[in-house]
């Protein structure tokens, strides 16, 4: 039976437009599930939204729209992205769903009767924008949210409580048990520092400050407070506790499907510390691994409207195409880490990678294919092969290897920057073999076809590593280069399998771009905002 995967973004907050900042954990998502998939996995990919809270209410008065209203017209549009940007979701859970609202209750009801929910009285320092409280030690000089650096206000209020304290000791200990749960794991350092063995607060789980909620069943004037809300829709998306839970009983509940949660350091330690402690509560296992990346990060710092440097993927898609922006989000911002996103690096290295590199690798060998072998490509003739082509296919053998363990270990960036060294060995062996002076001499006919037999190769196996990443490029490389439908399937990686294929010209894979133009483009738009 196919190895389970289930891996999941975070439900994003529908407050505004999404910008680059929630495509990215999107996107990696995807090409993470695109390799899996490849390599014979059932995989299962979970988004969503996370509709309640002061601030969707908030933003939804500003227009004149009710929450709902504000949100659904969000949520239409995010799914618009996400199908733009090629993502190939199997679910997209929203809180509002009825499926979710129901769990949510169900969950804190359960906690309650447990007694592990308990009801005090709430006073703090809280971040209006993070829907946040804070303790004193961690708020700045000026009160200011350490998440977000705005100024905190103290509140107060009758609330509802989870005794996370109580289970702080067993989850140090899992944490020793399980030293891969938290990827990076320097990440488990920092929430032990910074919160368990401090000793850990009980989590403040309700609000009677708020409407724009899920209302606790046994005192409906406390709506459920936003987290118990949100980190439950990785299980309510599956029909935990529902008429059909077979996607639970088959992604959550068999311990041998490994369980991914994707997101960015923010927000790791709601999912390192609640989450794990809810799950235990629950009777239930707990994720494989919580794997925290960095942040795009723009020229300015953070984006941010006022500043004018907010990225909408909607204009990059439409006019330099799906893949480019997949290509920057994977190879360029170092997965793991913070990475910067500026128009001008965006340009200069879809020309270095994209244009120079494969498309122009693509070009040339299939104007050389035509020329020299009427478009057929010739197969290797066993008798004449030399240490160039040697060389060659060792690299790329290396390099194809290379790529599945990077891949296996999550190494995105490494992964996809494998498949381009194959590009770069494939454009020097052309310098080295130099095709264009075989071709000028008969008896070195059988070199020749061997060259252009390697390099159109080099290029199937490329545009097949690429299908992890990209959603058009890798046909519009079989296109031109012929490939056979049974000869683009990843389990024929390792083959040598294009002799005898057409190829033909078509349209250049990516086209040379003028950075000072596009940048200009890029940074007008950038300032032109959207509506919300
Ligand atoms: N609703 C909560 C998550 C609940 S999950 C149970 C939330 N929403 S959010 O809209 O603020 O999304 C935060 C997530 O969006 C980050 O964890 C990250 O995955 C992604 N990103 C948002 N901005 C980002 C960058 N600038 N860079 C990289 N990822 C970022 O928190």
């Not at 399980?178 to 063995?197: G, Q």
């Amino acid at each position: 039976m196919a190895k389970k995967f289930y891996i999941t973004t975070p439900i994003y907050y529908p407050s505004g437009n999404f910008h680059i900042g929630n495509a990215y954990t999107t996107v990696i998502a995807d090409c993470i599930k695109r390799y899996k998939q490849n390599r014979g996995y059932d995989v299962f990919f979970l988004t969503g939204t996370d509709e309640h809270g002061e601030k969707i209410a908030t933003k939804a008065s500003e227009v004149n729209k009710t929450p709902q209203e504000y949100v659904d017209d969000i949520v239409s549009r995010a799914k618009k992205l996400w199908a733009e940007l090629g993502i190939n979701y199997d679910d997209f859970i929203r809180t509002t769903d009825e499926r979710h609202v129901k769990v949510a209750q169900d969950v804190f009801s359960k906690f309650l009767a447990q007694d592990d929910i308990y009801k005090s009285s709430y006073k703090g320092l809280y971040c209006r924008s993070c829907e946040a409280y804070w303790t004193p030690t961690q708020v700045g000089e000026n009160n200011e949210c350490p998440d977000c650096g705005k100024v905190t206000e103290v509140k107060e209020e009758e609330a509802y409580f989870f005794r996370m304290n109580k289970y702080a000791p067993w989850l140090i200990n899992y944490y020793k048990e399980h030293p891969d749960f938290v990827v990076p794991h320097a990440r488990i350092n920092e929430m032990l520092n910074n919160f368990l063995l401090p000793g850990l607060n009980d989590l403040c789980v309700s609000r009677t400050s708020i409407d724009w909620g899920i209302e606790v069943k046994e005192d409906p004037k406390h709506v459920i407070y936003v987290w118990i809300d949100a980190l439950t829709n990785y299980i309510s998306a599956l029909g935990y506790n529902s008429d059909d839970d077979s996607r639970f009983k088959k992604y959550w509940e068999d311990e041998d499907c490994e369980v991914v949660h994707l997101m960015s350091k923010e927000i790791i330690r709601f999912h390192t510390i609640y989450w794990p402690i809810m799950l235990k509560q629950l009777g239930l296992r707990l994720p494989s691994k919580i794997y925290s990346h960095g942040w795009v990060l723009m020229k300015g710092g953070k984006m941010s409207k006022s500043v004018g440097n907010v990225v909408y993927p909607g204009y990059l898609i439409n006019k330099y195409g799906v893949d480019t922006l997949r290509y920057y989000m994977t190879k360029i911002v170092p997965f793991g880490q913070d990475g910067t996103f500026t128009p001008e690096m965006f340009i200069e290295n879809i020309n270095t990678d994209l244009v120079n590199n494969i498309g122009n690798l693509l070009s040339r060998t299939v104007a050389m294919i035509i020329k020299y072998f009427d478009g057929v490509v010739p197969s290797i003739d066993e008798s004449c092969i030399n240490e160039y082509d040697t060389k060659l296919t060792s690299a790329i053998n290396n390099l194809v290897d290379k790529f599945e363990s990077n891949m296996d270990e999550m190494k995105l960036t490494e992964g996809i920057t494998n498949i381009f060294e194959i590009g770069d060995y494939a454009n020097k062996y052309i310098d080295e073999k130099t095709p264009w002076i075989l071709a000028k001499d008969e008896s070195r006919r059988g070199e020749l076809a061997n060259c252009m037999n390697l390099l159109a190769e080099a290029l199937r196996k490329i545009a097949i590593m690429f299908t992890s990443f990209f959603v058009e490029t890798p046909e519009k490389m079989f296109a031109q280069l012929g490939t056979k439908e049974e000869n683009k399937a990843y389990s024929t990686l390792r083959e040598n399998l294009s002799a005898g294929c057409n190829v033909s010209k078509l349209e250049p894979l990516f086209t040379r771009l003028d950075v000072n133009v596009e940048a200009e483009y890029i940074d007008n738009k950038m300032k032109e905002g959207l509506p919300y």
